[in-house]
């Protein structure tokens, strides 16, 4: 008869799944095993190897652990515990994941590398009766580590549970009493818990050889003064600091924002021991981090990081902390935000001149660097780096020479990273993200006093007039232009010169030009070809030249963009608000006759003069459709100078809306048949004025929004429709939207509107719509936010200063009155117009913690649209500083 020998050992067991896994798989199945795989690389594994533990295996949710000691195994239950504490705090608590642990020690079969037995059982049984955040142990445990760990475990009585014969004793710490304990101070490790009297406190269970614990007698004397003097004991030979909190929340919270990218430990432990003010952000859609910090506000920090983002990965970037905290995600996305200032490409201006300091903005050669002789040029780094060259020998030299520089700056290193070309001459060329010189070798430098436009070209005898104009024409565009490359240009000067009279020339910065010729007159030619240069490129274009007779250049060396009233017109169609168009264009019996068709219509225009119209159609979807579509398919133009944009939409212009599409949806065709009494197509009813209204809003929040899903984009709208005057809806670009209604007049609506929105979301909106008019975005202020003023309102407490409130709240008595009250006291807000105010408190953490847990708990929102902020604290304003929790004693002074 054989027989085996069984491999048995004493071991301490943890046993440890998710609570609620199944509910968190079903919600979101990917971002749960995302989150779950951050928790394991960066807490439960390093944690485990620091206490001496071993993973024998995973059980889907859950880890089942083996130790030599019961102390270690106890202490790394308590610090994986205080971990997830730290890594939950700005996570929301439907999406957090909540271990329960169970400990037990006794005896355990070996199985390879499997562990068996009742040893084993007892802790399974054990994490099932635990609370969620919570940490149970066996009787047995508890005697093990009552004399060398001080931890408090409740008596939770005998518990009879499937599968062990006996009742086990269990014992209990909960949630609440491990977020009172020692933040630890050395990931993982049980020797930050307090430790007990006993001196085997230094030996006992440790079956391990750690090199200093041979010294016995010193590890003695250690222990005799760690209990003289109440101090931690240091865990073995690691002295890995653990992440603070802000730590372990950032490295979460970049996981949750760029999922599968790697952790970036070490920017964010540099930044959570940066000093204020400071910011963080990360690109979507790549991998990435950017952190800057020691910055004069909270504000100003943000921005930069943004901008500095922006610039480095060249992807819109969220803003994922500022300061002391996390910032709060939508539904577990921390939205991108806009970074005007590395998108200018205007005249220099150093206050456009996006991620730098102060002190260097200051700069003698930064402000006054469009007076500087040329050739000149800038190089730019997101670091902060600003390189300019002036009095060059030749422009490209200029460009060579800052971009050598400022490549060779070691404050580029690190990230390091190539140097962006940011002005040639005076014009910022940044958004072209040049990492080369862009003015070719063969270049002549332009005189350094020469004004390119007005200046009389010296003639040799060999130069006729018509080359001096040449050569003066490709000096002004290229002035303007500096991005149009040397073949563009030579086209463009080349084409304009043997072009028929009148004709003109308009240039849209940086690299864009349009002519048009063949006008009755001068003025026609002149209105022309600015319109149309406005049509194509979506911006106000500069006039150039008009025949032969190139612009002067304005006397502040400033080109100026003329906006063109009928690109931006938006009323009832009307032929002679139709820009770009010849007369004989206008008066084509189909245009003139336009307005008496009945019936779905649609008009469709191209910058080359062209206009087309469809009536009669048998939807107006169709109607839209075939305009469009007859006019890209134009013959005369076989695709040149891109697509068509939507004229007109039945008799409502809607050119401004810059639609290369059908604005109205497709209607879906009947199950059955028409009957003979059915209406027939030409007499389907026109849309109303409200299903207009309806649609041209819907598409003007697609283009500002075009992250908002569509269906909370249709519901915004259908809500906001249905909502009482006066009324208004601003939008944050890229996903999200703010209506307000019930105001006593427009104005009102409008500016609580805006002011609730930038509340809400952390930037200035844009508005769409008041009442039942959607805006008009014209070219001069298309896509621009408007920052209000009371948002960013930093003084002393004052009533009518207080952003997005009604009339009745701003006189209530606890509101006149509060700069007479007691202090201590304080403000909090909320975007709903809501205001709470707590005074006379005790202390004044006590007034902040009062006002915002009252603001919080409102029933009136009931938790919607995210938490308030603190207003006021005794009557400082502190609005701009979005604060969502009480400010610290030292916070509260600086």
């Given at each position: 008869?054989?027989?085996?020998?069984?491999e048995?050992?004493?071991?301490?067991?943890i046993a440890?799944?998710v609570v609620?896994?199944?509910?968190?798989?079903?919600?979101?199945?990917?971002g749960t095993?995302?989150?779950l795989?951050?928790?394991?690389a960066?807490?439960?594994?390093?944690?485990?190897?620091?206490?001496?533990g071993?993973?024998?295996?995973?059980?889907?949710?859950?880890l089942?652990?083996?130790?030599?000691?019961?102390?270690?195994?106890?202490?790394?239950?308590?610090?994986?515990?205080?971990?997830?504490?730290?890594?939950?705090?700005?996570?929301?608590?439907?999406?957090q994941?909540?271990?329960?642990?169970?400990?037990?020690?006794?005896?355990?079969?070996?199985?390879?590398?499997?562990i068996?037995?009742?040893?084993?059982?007892?802790?399974?049984?054990?994490?099932?009766l635990?609370?969620?955040?919570?940490?149970?142990?066996?009787?047995?445990?508890?005697?093990?580590?009552?004399?060398?760990?001080?931890?408090?475990?409740?008596?939770?009585?005998?518990?009879?549970v499937?599968n062990?014969?006996r009742?086990?004793?269990?014992?209990?710490?909960?949630?609440?009493?491990?977020?009172?304990?020692?933040?630890?101070?050395?990931?993982?490790?049980?020797r930050?818990?307090?430790a007990?009297?006993s001196?085997?406190?230094?030996?006992?269970?440790a079956?391990?050889?750690?090199?200093?614990?041979?010294?016995?007698?010193?590890?003695?004397?250690?222990?005799?003064?760690?209990?003289?003097?109440?101090?931690?004991?240091?865990?073995?030979?690691?002295?890995?600091?653990?992440?603070?909190?802000?730590?372990?929340?950032?490295?979460?919270?970049?996981?949750?924002?760029?999922?599968?990218?790697?952790?970036?430990?070490?920017?964010?432990?540099?930044?959570?021991?940066?000093?204020?003010?400071?910011?963080?952000?990360?690109p979507?859609?790549?991998?990435g981090?950017?952190?800057?910090?020691?910055?004069?506000?909270r504000?100003?920090?943000?921005?930069?990081v943004?901008?500095?983002?922006?610039?480095?990965?060249?992807?819109p970037?969220?803003?994922i902390?500022?300061?002391?905290?996390?910032?709060?995600?939508?539904n577990?996305?921390w939205?991108?935000?806009?970074?005007?200032?590395?998108?200018?490409?205007?005249?220099?201006?150093?206050e456009?001149?996006?991620?730098?300091?102060?002190e260097t903005l200051?700069?003698?050669?930064?402000?006054?660097?469009?007076?500087?002789?040329?050739?000149?040029?800038?190089a730019?780094?997101?670091?902060?780096?600003?390189?300019?060259?002036t009095?060059?020998?030749?422009?490209?030299?200029?460009?060579?020479?800052?971009?050598?520089?400022?490549?060779?700056?070691?404050?580029?290193?690190p990230?390091?990273?190539?140097?962006y070309?940011?002005?040639?001459?005076?014009?910022?060329?940044?958004?072209?993200?040049?990492?080369?010189?862009?003015?070719?070798d063969?270049?002549?430098?332009p005189?350094?006093?020469?004004?390119?436009?007005?200046a009389?070209?010296?003639?040799?005898?060999?130069q006729?007039?018509?080359d001096?104009?040449?050569?003066?024409?490709?000096?002004?565009?290229?002035?303007i232009?500096?991005?149009?490359?040397?073949?563009?240009?030579l086209?463009?000067?080349?084409?304009?010169?043997a072009?028929?009279?009148?004709?003109?020339?308009?240039?849209?910065?940086p690299?864009?030009?349009?002519?048009?010729?063949?006008?009755?007159?001068?003025?026609?030619?002149?209105?022309?070809?600015?319109e149309?240069?406005?049509l194509?490129?979506?911006?106000?274009?500069?006039l150039?030249?008009?025949?032969?007779?190139?612009q002067?250049?304005?006397?502040?060396?400033?080109?100026?963009?003329?906006?063109?009233?009928?690109v931006?017109?938006?009323?009832?169609?009307?032929?002679?608000?139709?820009?770009?168009?010849?007369?004989?264009?206008?008066?084509?019996?189909d245009?003139?006759?336009?307005?008496?068709?009945?019936?779905?219509?649609a008009?469709?225009?191209?910058?080359?003069?062209?206009?087309?119209?469809?009536?009669?159609?048998?939807?107006?979807?169709?109607?839209?459709?075939?305009?469009l579509?007859?006019?890209?398919?134009?013959?005369?133009?076989?695709?040149?100078?891109?697509?068509?944009?939507?004229y007109?939409?039945g008799?409502?212009v809607?050119?401004r809306?810059?639609l290369?599409?059908?604005?109205?949806?497709a209607?879906?065709?009947?199950?059955?048949?028409?009957?003979s009494?059915?209406?027939?197509?030409?007499?389907?009813?026109?849309?109303?004025?409200?299903?207009?209204?309806?649609?041209?809003?819907?598409?003007?929040?697609?283009?500002?929004?075009?992250?908002?899903?569509d269906?909370?984009?249709l519901?915004?709208i259908?809500?906001?429709h249905?909502?009482?005057?006066?009324?208004?809806?601003a939008?944050?670009?890229?996903?999200?939207?703010?209506r307000?209604?019930?105001?006593?007049?427009?104005?009102?609506?409008e500016?609580?509107?805006?002011?609730?929105?930038?509340m809400?979301?952390?930037?200035?909106?844009?508005?769409?719509a008041?009442?039942?008019?959607?805006?008009?975005l014209?070219?001069?202020?298309?896509?621009?936010?408007?920052?209000?003023?009371r948002?960013?309102?930093?003084?002393?407490?004052?009533?009518q200063?207080i952003?997005?409130?009604?009339?009745?709240?701003?006189?209530r008595q606890?509101?006149v009155?509060?700069?007479?009250?007691?202090?201590?006291?304080?403000?909090?807000?909320?975007?709903?117009?809501?205001v709470?105010?707590?005074?006379?408190?005790?202390?004044?953490?006590?007034?902040?913690?009062?006002?915002?847990?009252d603001?919080?708990?409102?029933?009136?929102r009931?938790g919607?649209d995210?938490?308030?902020?603190?207003?006021?604290?005794?009557?400082?304003?502190?609005?701009?500083?979005?604060?969502k929790e009480?400010?610290?004693?030292?916070?509260?002074?600086r």
């Open positions: 008869m054989s027989s085996s020998i069984v048995r050992r004493l071991a301490a067991i440890m799944d609620g896994y199944s509910r968190l798989m079903g919600v979101d199945e990917v095993l995302m989150a795989k951050a928790h394991r960066e807490l439960l594994d390093p944690t485990i190897k620091d206490n001496g071993r993973v024998v295996k995973t059980t889907g949710d859950g089942l652990l083996e130790f030599a000691s019961i102390v270690d195994a106890i202490g790394c239950a308590i610090a994986i515990q205080q971990g997830m504490l730290a890594r939950n705090a700005s996570v929301p608590a439907t999406e994941i909540v271990f329960r642990i169970g400990v037990n020690i006794g005896d355990i079969i070996i199985d390879g590398d499997d068996l037995g009742d040893g084993v059982n007892v802790a399974a049984r054990l994490e099932a635990c609370e969620p955040g919570g940490v149970c142990i066996s009787r047995a445990a508890n005697e093990q580590i009552r004399d060398k760990l001080r931890l408090s475990f409740a008596d939770l009585g005998e518990h009879t499937k062990i014969a009742a086990i004793g269990v014992f209990g710490l909960a949630a609440k009493d491990i977020a009172a304990l020692p933040e630890p101070k050395i990931r993982g490790s049980h930050n818990l307090p007990g009297p001196k085997s406190t230094v030996f006992a269970a079956p391990v050889a750690y090199p200093w614990r041979r010294l016995a007698f010193a590890g003695l004397a250690l222990v005799t003064l760690a209990a003289c003097l109440g101090a931690w004991w240091i865990r073995r030979e690691a002295a890995t600091t653990v992440p603070s909190p802000l730590a372990s929340q950032l490295l979460l919270a970049l996981q949750r924002h760029s999922p599968g990218s790697p952790a970036n430990a070490d920017v964010v432990s540099a930044y959570a021991a940066s000093p204020l003010h400071r910011a963080l952000a990360a979507r859609g790549r991998s981090v950017w952190h800057t910090a020691n910055w004069p506000s504000e100003i920090a943000e921005e930069k943004l901008e500095k983002c922006l610039q480095f990965y060249d992807e970037c969220a803003l902390a500022a300061d002391d905290g996390v910032t709060p995600a939508d577990g996305i939205p991108v935000r806009d970074a005007p200032r590395v998108r200018y490409a205007g005249v220099f201006n150093p456009r001149v996006p991620a730098l300091r102060q200051l700069r003698p050669e930064v402000a006054e660097y469009t007076t500087l002789a040329g050739p000149k040029a800038a730019f780094h997101a670091t902060g780096i600003l390189i300019l060259v009095a060059a020998a030749s422009q490209r030299a200029a460009e060579e020479k800052a971009l050598k520089d400022c490549n060779a700056d070691p404050a580029r290193n990230p390091g990273g190539p140097c070309l940011y002005a040639v001459q005076n014009r910022v060329v940044l958004p072209l993200r040049l990492t080369a010189p862009m003015t070719p063969s270049t002549a430098a005189s350094p006093t020469a004004d390119v436009a007005s009389n070209p010296v003639i040799s005898p060999r006729s007039p018509a001096v104009f040449r050569a003066a024409l490709s000096a002004a565009i290229t002035d232009a500096p991005a149009m490359s040397e073949q563009g240009r086209a463009t000067v080349t084409g304009y010169h072009d028929t009279s009148h004709k003109a020339l308009a240039v849209h910065p690299g864009n030009s349009w002519r048009s010729a063949d006008w009755p007159n001068e003025s026609a030619a002149e209105q022309g070809v600015l149309a240069c406005q194509r490129y979506g911006d106000p274009c500069v150039v030249a008009v025949d032969d007779r190139i002067s250049k304005p006397s502040g060396g400033y080109w100026q963009t003329r906006p063109m009233p009928r931006a017109y938006d009323g009832p169609f009307d032929p002679q608000q139709i820009p770009l168009l010849r007369d004989a264009m206008r008066q084509r019996q245009v003139v006759d336009y307005r008496k068709k009945d019936g779905p219509k008009a469709a225009v191209h910058p080359w003069r062209r206009i087309f119209i469809t009536t009669g159609a048998a939807s107006q979807h169709d109607a839209e459709v075939a305009a579509a007859d006019c890209n398919s134009d013959p005369t133009r076989k695709g040149q100078d891109g697509r068509c944009w939507l007109a939409v008799d409502q809607v050119l809306k810059r290369q599409s059908a604005m109205t949806p209607v879906s065709a009947p199950d059955a048949p028409q009957s009494n059915s209406v027939k197509p030409d007499a389907v009813p026109r849309k109303s004025p409200a299903e207009i209204f309806q649609a041209a809003l819907s598409s003007l929040t697609e283009d500002l929004a075009p992250a908002m899903p269906n909370r984009r519901e915004q259908m809500l906001y249905a909502a009482t005057s006066h009324k208004a809806l939008v944050h670009p890229p996903a999200d939207s703010w307000s209604s019930d105001w006593p007049n427009e104005a009102a609506a500016q609580n509107t805006l002011e609730a929105c930038q809400r979301y952390g930037d200035p909106c844009i508005l769409v008041i009442n039942e008019k959607v805006q008009d014209s070219s001069t202020g298309y896509r621009r936010p408007r920052s209000m003023p948002v960013a309102y930093d003084g002393l407490f004052d009533p200063q952003p997005f409130v009604r009339e009745a709240t701003r006189q606890d509101v009155n509060y700069r007479t009250s007691s202090n201590p006291k304080a403000v909090a807000v909320h975007p709903w117009g809501r709470f105010i707590a005074t006379g408190a005790s202390s004044q953490r006590t007034a902040q913690v009062a006002a915002l847990a603001c919080n708990s409102d029933p009136s009931d919607k995210g938490p308030c902020w603190l207003y006021a604290v005794d009557d400082q304003v502190v609005l701009p500083r979005r604060l009480p400010l610290s004693a030292a916070s509260a002074t």
